[in-house]
């Protein structure tokens, strides 16, 4: 296997010129930054990532923890992060924790033994947690996406839910709607919770009574959403409209409803909050609240590097603000 060595000699310069020139660390000429690349092409030199990590004391890699689900809220996002890291020419590794605190802790612990330059968090059902491991490595840096409160410190990437919550209620009280049930997620869940308080502030702000038999709590996934609109069924008359606290449980809310013969908007409005791809591609087309998942990839990538580069020290909080997205699901009454 051709070395810097056996690039130097061929083209006639310095090892450390050889160095400069393939690692980009230094301005060299183009005529001699010409004969190294063509020398190292001649001798089918590859370049060992790992020498150059353990000289540079970074591999350019970002490991990513996720929680499985079938939302594709999950896919979107990750989709900003991998785009971010490869315009940043940086490689991802992606973990997935299946929801288990045992199995997120010991992917976290080979990312780290594989020397990631920092980490991205994205597993909200273990929020809370107390994470000793990362007290062994203090000076990886780590993005928390969709969490809420931390027992270590880290730089945090969210959305509004609060507002979101807010905007979607009120949303349904602007079309004339007075009563407003909802399915929420995970209650001790913080992304989760803070929709339902936005939920509570707009129906308080209008003087609308809140119905305890059209409030359920649910698991953020197309079956929960079903059978939670089965139970509302079941409970008694239904309320005029329905703010669903995320796009997979509207899906589920709607078969449901199609099912039973319940027309939505007609006799049922129902407003969603995520905005996944589909939304728009349910029938009807579902009103709903836009997270951008996209941005909120490349604002976790972002963060992690300013840590990364020391550009920025202080932990952040990076917030993205959510939009009311108008489609079929709600009548105007």
């Known amino acids: 296997m051709a070395t810097m060595k056996d690039i130097a000699r061929l083209a006639g310069v310095s090892t450390s010129t050889v160095s400069h020139v393939i690692n980009k660390t230094r301005f060299v000429s183009e ?22 990590s353990l000289k540079m004391n970074r591999t350019r890699t970002i490991g990513m923890l996720v929680t499985t689900s079938t939302n594709p ?5 990750v989709k900003g992060v991998e785009r971010s890291c490869y315009h940043q020419n940086y490689n991802l ?4 924790t299946e929801g288990d605190t045992e199995r997120m802790k010991a992917s976290i612990d080979t990312l780290l033994q594989k020397r990631v330059d920092g980490l991205i968090l994205m597993c ?34 969210q959305d509004n839910s609060f507002l979101g919550g807010y905007l979607a209620t009120k949303h349904l009280i602007e079309n004339g709607h007075k009563e407003v049930g909802c399915i929420t997620g995970p209650l001790n869940r913080h992304q989760a919770l803070m929709r339902y308080e ?18 359920i709590e649910s698991d953020f996934e197309c079956d929960g959403g079903a059978k939670s609109f089965e139970t509302l069924i079941e409970r008694g ?13 509207a899906m589920g809310a709607l078969n449901v409803a199609h099912a039973k ?4 908007p007609n006799e049922l409005s129902i407003i969603g909050y995520d905005d996944i791809h589909i ?17 909120l990839g490349k604002a976790a990538v972002e963060t992690l590097l300013a840590k990364i580069d020391k550009t920025d020290l202080a932990p952040d909080v990076v917030q993205l603000e959510p939009s009311l997205v108008v489609r079929d699901s709600v009548k105007n009454i």
């Open 93 to 96: 590794i992606l973990c997935n």
């Open 73 to 77: 809220f999950f896919g979107e996002v």
């Open 124 to 157: 909200a059902t273990l929020a809370g947690e107390k994470l000793d491991i990362f007290e062994q490595y203090p000076s990886i840096p780590v993005v928390v996406m969709d969490w809420g409160p931390m027992h270590f410190e880290s730089d945090k990437i």
């Open 237 to 249: 008359p239904l309320p005029s409209s329905l703010f669903v606290c995320n796009d997979m449980m």
């Open 261 to 264: 013969g319940i027309k939505v």
């Open 31 to 52: 005529e001699i930054s010409e004969r190294v690349n063509n020398a190292a092409k001649e001798l089918n030199y590859a370049p060992s990532a790992l020498a150059r």
């Open 279 to 295: 939304a728009k591609y349910m029938t009807p087309s579902l009103t709903t609240i836009h997270q951008p998942k996209y941005r």
């Open 198 to 215: 936005g939920y509570k502030k707009a129906l308080k702000e209008h003087h609308l009574a809140i119905n305890p038999d059209w409030i």
